[in-house]
């Protein structure tokens, strides 16, 4: 069995991360550890990045076969919405936990290190599958380094709800404690594999 090649990513926000507890697909119960990337359309990595699919389609189904690809367009996502405009963005998975390292090299195993909204890099990987007449090209995970921290996304305690429509705290919460964080936002296609023509 041919080495699968691997890429780097540059420094890229991650988004819908899953990397110290996995994702549980609510209609398979499949669990899976992954993270949404977005980069701008004319950064390098996507050309290289096409070519290991390109490959890997070529070696699994033939070059003329209609596949499905892991990257998408941010500008349309087929019904009209630009979730990461001027950029591509796909999801890159894997069923095995990965580990994130810091730049200094430490082991990062906790939630508040690693979430949405803050800095990685990551090493990854095209692999196939078929199923129901189905092709598909997707992006394996590798590996994961945290680079620097960011804005939290997905959340709902980085909002405070008073200040925003301007009414006065009466009642309820405690304090910040009592609030329970609203899970990430889900996105809006098959959860495990994001299906549509590679558009580069």
Known sequence: MATKQTIKTPNVKGHFVYLIKPYT???????TYKITIALPKND???????????????????????????????DDDGAGNAKHPGCYYMTCNTKYKPRVISPEGIVLSSEEDVYSGAIYKCLVHTYSISFDSTKRVCCGLSAVMKVDDGEKVGGAGEVDPFTVFG??????????????????IKQDRNEDFIEDDIPF
């Open 167 to 184: 009414v006065e705290k009466v009642g309820g919460f405690e304090d910040d404690a009592d609030i329970e964080e609203a899970p990430p």
């Open 44 to 74: 390098p990595f996507w050309a290289s990045f096409k070519e290991l699919v390109k490959a890997e389609q070529e070696e699994n189904f033939g070059k003329k076969a209609n596949v499905q690809h892991c990257v998408m367009n941010g």
């Open 25 to 31: 697909n609510p209609k398979t119960g499949k669990e």
